[in-house]
T-cell receptor, first 111, second 111 residues
Framework: EDKVVQSPLSLVVHEGDTVTLNCSYE??????LLWYKQEKKAPTFLFML????IEKKSGRLSSILDKKELFSILNITATQTGDSAVYLC???????????FGQGTRLTINP | DSGVTQTPKHLITATGQRVTLRCSPR?????VYWYQQSLDQGLQFLIQ???????AKGNILERFSAQQFPDLHSELNLSSLELGDSALYFC??????????FGPGTRLLVL
């Protein structure tokens, strides 16, 4: 069964800290890995990763994929209270149409 | 704002009833996906339509059905509702089969 596991499940840090969120996967036929940020309602797209070792960056957020070890990390530097959200990792299977989601990491940034 | 719209935002109904959730994809997107998000299950893929035809099925109950119309909007029909159907229902769309953009969701409460 295809599985995506995120850790930690919950993380509370102070504003200005750097955080690393983890996503590991076991799937039959990997195609791509996506990161989403979910605040109050809809997940909003952050990154899509398909190749190992190539860092994707957007402002203070960055992500990288390791296809050999089957994991990805999402880094957030100089965190702000607006970064508080649930971060979801999802894997797309080759040939399949669905995304398999992890359970999410709830990140809380305290001022 | 992802460009995906969903109505209604909230829906409260009783067990045994039937409801219809509506989704309009982003302009130009041919694929529509439906997901269910409950507290204990996380985001679960239900079904996908591509240009009016069913493309993939996930963990969708027989009491649930969906369709995509010629104007590409989609409807998810939930019947014989049970308490356990209470959840957030998301629609997502994509132009091809890669990044999916999520709508704001419909929160369904079955009493």
């Amino acid at each position: 069964e295809d599985k995506v596991v995120q850790s930690p499940l919950s993380l509370v840090v102070h504003e200005g800290d750097t955080v690393t969120l983890n996503c590991s996967y076991e799937v039959t036929n990997f195609r791509s890995l996506l990161w989403y940020k979910q605040e109050k309602k809809a997940p909003t797209f952050l990154f899509m990763l398909t190749s190992s070792g190539i860092e994707k960056k957007s402002g203070r957020l960055s992500s990288i994929l390791d296809k050999k070890e089957l994991f990805s990390i999402l880094n957030i530097t100089a965190t702000q209270t607006g970064d508080s959200a649930v971060y979801l990792c999802a894997v797309r299977i080759q040939g399949a149409q669905k995304l398999v989601f992890g359970q999410g990491t709830r990140l809380t940034i305290n001022p | 704002d992802s460009g995906v719209t969903q109505t209604p935002k909230h829906l409260i109904t009783a067990t045994g009833q039937r409801v219809t959730l509506r989704c309009s994809p982003r302009s130009g997107d041919l694929s529509v996906y439906w997901y269910q998000q409950s507290l204990d299950q996380g985001l679960q893929f239900l079904i996908q339509y591509y240009n009016g035809e069913e493309r993939a099925k996930g963990n969708i109950l027989e009491r649930f059905s969906a369709q995509q119309f010629p104007d590409l909007h989609s409807e998810l029909n939930l019947s014989s509702l049970e308490l356990g159907d209470s959840a957030l229902y998301f629609c997502a769309s994509s132009v091809g089969e890669e990044t999916q953009y999520f709508g704001p969701g419909t929160r369904l409460l079955v009493l």
